[in-house]
T-cell receptor
Framework: GQNIDQPTEMTATEGAIVQINCTYQ??????LFWYQQHAGEAPTFLSY??LDGLEEKGRFSSFLSRSKGYSYLLLKELQMKDSASYLC??????????WGAGTKLIIKP | ETGVTQTPRHLVMGMTNKKSLKCEQH?????MYWYKQSAKKPLELMFV???????ENNSVPSRFSPECPNSSHLFLHLHTLQPEDSALYLC?????????????FGPGTRLTVT
């Protein structure tokens, strides 16, 4: 079967750095997405990785290792507004998105 | 504003009611999706339309019936639902469904079945 694993919940302090991990086992791989979803709102696109390595976009970076079936989202200089759920999703061989259950990130002052 | 709108935002319905959810995208996309989101569970893909043709139906019960009259509009018709169907129903769109384009989501309809 296809499976995406990410921690259910994480807590971090304002101004700090947090890494949210995602491991996957899918039939084929055509890229990995990270989305942010604030409570009661729509998911919004953060990043897309299809090649190994680190992609940096401001305070957010996303890393991919295809050989390990592993990705992480790195958030720097955390702000209170970063409190949200972070969803990992993998594009399988049929170009279907397989979603993780999401990681709820709680930022404390 | 994501360019994808959904109505209604909240819906309470009895198990014998018939209702419809509406989604509209203003992004010029060719693919539209219905997802079900339940607490602490992964997003469940329900239906995919690509260039108005249904390309995916992930074993969804027949009490959910999609309709895509054109590339900008998507409906989900509901009838004789069960309490376990209570969830957030999200609509999304993308350039097309056969390549990994990012999806743009609507705000969702919070459905409660009593």
């Amino acid at each position: 079967g296809q499976n995406i694993d990410q921690p259910t919940e994480m807590t971090a302090t304002e101004g700090a750095i947090v890494q949210i991990n995602c491991t996957y086992q899918t039939s084929g791989f055509n890229g990995l997405f990270w989305y942010q979803q604030h409570a009661g709102e729509a998911p919004t696109f953060l990043s897309y990785n299809v090649l190994d390595g680190l992609e940096e976009k401001g305070r957010f970076s996303s890393f991919l290792s295809r050989s390990k079936g592993y990705s992480y989202l790195l958030l720097k200089e955390l702000q209170m507004k970063d409190s949200a759920s972070y969803l990992c999703a993998v594009v399988d061989s049929n170009y279907q998105l397989i979603w993780g259950a999401g990681t709820k990130l709680i930022i404390k002052p | 504003e994501t360019g994808v709108t959904q109505t209604p935002r909240h819906l309470v319905m009895g198990m014998t009611n018939k209702k419809s959810l509406k989604c509209e995208q203003h992004l010029g996309h060719n693919a539209m999706y219905w997802y079900k989101q339940s607490a602490k569970k992964p997003l469940e893909l329900m239906f995919v339309y690509n260039f108005k043709e249904q390309t995916e139906n992930n074993s969804v019960p027949s009490r959910f019936s999609p309709e895509c009259p054109n590339s900008s509009h998507l409906f989900l018709h509901l009838h004789t639902l069960q309490p376990e169907d209570s969830a957030l129903y999200l609509c999304a769109s993308s350039q097309e469904s056969s390549t990994p384009y990012e999806q743009y989501f609507g705000p969702g309809t919070r459905l409660t079945v009593t």
